[in-house]
C-alpha cells in the first residue's frame, strides 16, 4: 500500500458537515449500526438507566445529541482548547549548556525516554546558537529543553553566546525553569562553561541551577564491565567529582553523577543515577513541575521492553498525554472537561502518527479519534455523572480521564502499525484493544489526583 493510499484511508478526510457516525461507517471500522442503536439512542439510554431522576428533568434527547459533536470539534475550537491548557500545564523549561558529547541529548533521552535518533529529529532551532525540543510535543509540551550549541569551538564568541541565552531568559513565562550545566568528568577544561554559568546566575539568581557530572565509565578502574552500585565509590571518580564541585561551588544549586548510555553500549543501566537526577530535579522545581517529572519517569509500565521499536516509543509519548488528561478532568464540573479531552487526544493521536510517519491534520487526528474511541463515548457519560458527587467525583474522574487516554494511544498505535504494515485496520481488533488497554489502564491510574 502506497504512502497515499494510506493518508487518504484516513478518517477525517470528510466534510465538516459529515457526522462521526458517517465517518466511522465510510472508513469501514465499526458496522453500520440499525435507527434503533444509533449513537443518540444509545447515550440517551446509558442516561436514562444510570440516572433516572435526572433523565426526567434534563432534556437527554438533546443532550445526547450534543455530545455526539463533542468528537466533531473544530480546528478552529482545538487551537482554543490547547492554547488554554497549555497555559495550565506544569511545564518545566530545562536549559542545557554543555560541550558537544557532554551528555545534554542523552539527559533528555534519560527524561523523555525516547530513541537517541527521535531526539535528535525533534531538536530544531532557535537561535543562532540554541536549538529546542517540545516534549511530547510542540503544542502541549510538559518538558522543553534547549540546548547552547558552539560550547568548545574557538570560533564562537562566548558573550555572543551568553547574550543569546540571556534574550532567551528575558521573555516572559508561566514555566518553571531549570539550567542544567553538564561536565564530562574527566573534562577539567571548563572555564568558559563557568563563565556562562556565572553570568546567568547573577542575572537571574531566581533560576536554580543544577551541576550533571557524565561518562563516569570512561574512568572507571581497568577491568570494570559495569555499572557499581549507586552511587559509585572509586578514588578515581570521587577525587574527579570533587575537583568539578569546587570549581562550580558558586554557580550551581545541587551536582549529581549520571552516565547516560545506549544499549549498543552494554552497560546495565542504560541510564545510570537516573533517579538521583529526577529527584535533585524536584528538589529545584515547584510542586506541580517536580509531580510531573516523578510521573513522566514511572517505568513501571512504560519501561517494559514490547520487542516493537514503535510501539515501545509510543508509549513514550502516550504518557505525558494521560499525565495531561487527569490533570484537565480533575476540573469539578459535570461535561465541562469532555471537549478538552478530546482536543489533548487529538494532539496525541497527531504525536503518534508523526511516529508512525503518518502526517495528520487535527480533521484527520479527530477522524481516528472517533473511529477509535466511539465504543467507548456511553461509559464516558455515565462517568461524568459521578461529577455530581462531592468530595470524590473529580478523583474518580481524573483517574478514569488518564486511563481513557491511554488506552486509547495504546489502540492508536495499533491502528497506526496496521497502516504501515499496509494492512486495514481491523474494527474488532482495534476494539479489543482498546478494551484491553483500558482495563489494564485503569489499575495503572487508579487514584490519580491533580
Known amino acids: 500500500m502506497t504512502e497515499q493510499r494510506d493518508a487518504d484511508s484516513l478518517p477525517g478526510d470528510s466534510q465538516q458537515s459529515e457526522t462521526p457516525g458517517d465517518r466511522l461507517e465510510s472508513e469501514n471500522l465499526t458496522p453500520a449500526l440499525p435507527a434503533e442503536n444509533s449513537w443518540k439512542n444509545r447515550i440517551a439510554d446509558v442516561w436514562r438507566k444510570a440516572t433516572p431522576r435526572l433523565g426526567q428533568l434534563l432534556p437527554v434527547e438533546q443532550l445526547a445529541q450534543t455530545v455526539v459533536q463533542w468528537f466533531s470539534v473544530s480546528e478552529t475550537q482545538i487551537a482554543e482548547i490547547l492554547e488554554t491548557v497549555r497555559r495550565e500545564l506544569p511545564t518545566t523549561e530545562a536549559l542545557l549548556i554543555g560541550k558537544p558529547q557532554a551528555g545534554k541529548s542523552s539527559i533528555v533521552r534519560g527524561l523523555t525516554g525516547v530513541s537517541a535518533d527521535i531526539v535528535g529529529q525533534g531538536f530544531r532551532p532557535h537561535t543562532q546558537h540554541t536549538q529546542r525540543y517540545n516534549y511530547p510535543a510542540d503544542d502541549l509540551p510538559l518538558l522543553v529543553f534547549t540546548d547552547t550549541v558552539g560550547l568548545g569551538d574557538v570560533k564562537q564568541d562566548t558573550q555572543e553566546i551568553i547574550t543569546e541565552l540571556v534574550g532567551d531568559l528575558e521573555k516572559s513565562t508561566r514555566s518553571a525553569r531549570v539550567l542544567i550545566l553538564t561536565v564530562k568528568i574527566n573534562d577539567f577544561a571548563t572555564d568558559t562553561l563557568r563563565q556562562i554559568a556565572q553570568q546567568l546566575r547573577q542575572q537571574y539568581p531566581d533560576i536554580p541551577c543544577l551541576l550533571a557530572v557524565t561518562c563516569l565509565h570512561e574512568v572507571y578502574p581497568p577491568g570494570t564491565v559495569d555499572h557499581p552500585a549507586y552511587p559509585p565509590d572509586y578514588e578515581e571518580i570521587n577525587r574527579a567529582f570533587g575537583a568539578i564541585q569546587e570549581d562550580f561551588a558558586k554557580v550551581c544549586d545541587r551536582s549529581v553523577l549520571i552516565d547516560f548510555t545506549l544499549e549498543e553500549d552494554g552497560y546495565n543501566p542504560v541510564f545510570y543515577g537516573l533517579e538521583a537526577l529526577r529527584d535533585n530535579l524536584a528538589e529545584l522545581l515547584p510542586e506541580a513541575e517536580a509531580k510531573a517529572i516523578y510521573q513522566l519517569l514511572d517505568r513501571e509500565e512504560t519501561g517494559k521492553q514490547l520487542g516493537n521499536l514503535y510501539r ?42 508523526n511516529l508512525y510517519g503518518k502526517q495528520l491534520s487535527p480533521s484527520q487526528a479527530g477522524g481516528i479519534v472517533s473511529a477509535i474511541a466511539g465504543g467507548f463515548l456511553a461509559q464516558a457519560i455515565a462517568r461524568e455523572l459521578i461529577k455530581f458527587v462531592p468530595g470524590f467525583g473529580s478523583v474518580i474522574a481524573a483517574s478514569w480521564a488518564a486511563a481513557y487516554t491511554w488506552s486509547l494511544g495504546e489502540t492508536a498505535c495499533v491502528y497506526f502499525g496496521d497502516l504501515m504494515g499496509g494492512k486495514k485496520p481491523d474494527p474488532n481488533q482495534i476494539q479489543s484493544v482498546m478494551q484491553e488497554a483500558f482495563k489494564a489502564a485503569q489499575e495503572r491510574f487508579k487514584g490519580i489526583k491533580r
Do not use: E
Open 312 to 353: 515501545d516509543t509510543g508509549r513514550r509519548y502516550i504518557l505525558p498525554f494521560a499525565i495531561m488528561a487527569a490533570t484537565v478532568a480533575a476540573i469539578p464540573l459535570p461535561f465541562a472537561t469532555m471537549p478538552v479531552l478530546t482536543a489533548l487526544q487529538v494532539s496525541m493521536v497527531t504525536a503518534l502518527g
